[in-house]
């Protein structure tokens, strides 16, 4: 059932996430300078749309004070952002009918990935582990949706992935082929 009277309050937060099924279009990570660090789309939109859409809102967003609303109406849109995470943006965009404080809490889970894995993240971390950050992304929403609620599996998921990266070198070096002058015993 939806409801355990066991879970803690974030894990029946994200059931309820999970229940409503929130459908984000896109999530933009970018820094208080306004350089973008990840851009995940859920929608098929033009590289051209793309760029314009990003620089809208990293401009717009930017321009905000600091003690304003995290959630603005943009286009056929809602826009939630949550700054000052890790030094970093992050800004969704959700339909006019979804629920901003979700969409917060779907930021905030991300982070929290995020800080698990790279043990407090930083900007740094998002550029050079940028496919990391991404495969965090990518096992958390799918299309845009909750695909896995619990931190403990997603974060599990991402230590299979990285144990599996190790040992695709050892496979390789060990099925490298040899020189013809190695295979007759001559080196």
């Known amino acids: 059932g939806l409801i355990d009277c066991n879970s803690t309050t974030s894990n029946f937060s994200f059931r309820l996430i999970h229940a409503l099924i929130l459908k984000m279009q896109f999530m933009l990570l970018f820094s208080r300078q306004g350089k973008l660090r990840l851009q995940k789309w859920y929608v098929p939109l033009s590289d051209k749309e793309r760029k314009k859409i990003s620089r809208d809102l990293v401009q717009t967003i930017l321009a905000r004070k600091p003690k304003m609303c995290s959630f603005l109406e943009w286009r056929d849109l809602k826009i939630v952002y949550k700054s000052r995470y890790a030094s ?100």
């Open 88 to 187: 970093l943006y992050f800004c969704c965009a959700v339909e006019d009918q979804d629920n901003e404080l979700i969409t917060l809490e779907i930021i905030h889970r991300y982070v929290e990935l995020l800080d698990k894995y790279f043990g407090s993240v930083c900007e740094l971390d998002i550029i050079f582990n940028f496919e990391k950050a991404y495969f965090i992304l990518d096992e958390f929403l799918l299309g845009g949706e909750a695909q896995e609620t619990s931190k403990k599996n997603v974060l599990k998921a991402i230590e299979q992935a990285d144990l599996l990266q190790e040992e695709i070198p050892i496979i390789k070096e060990a099925e490298a082929p040899r020189s013809v002058l190695e295979e007759i015993g001559l080196t």
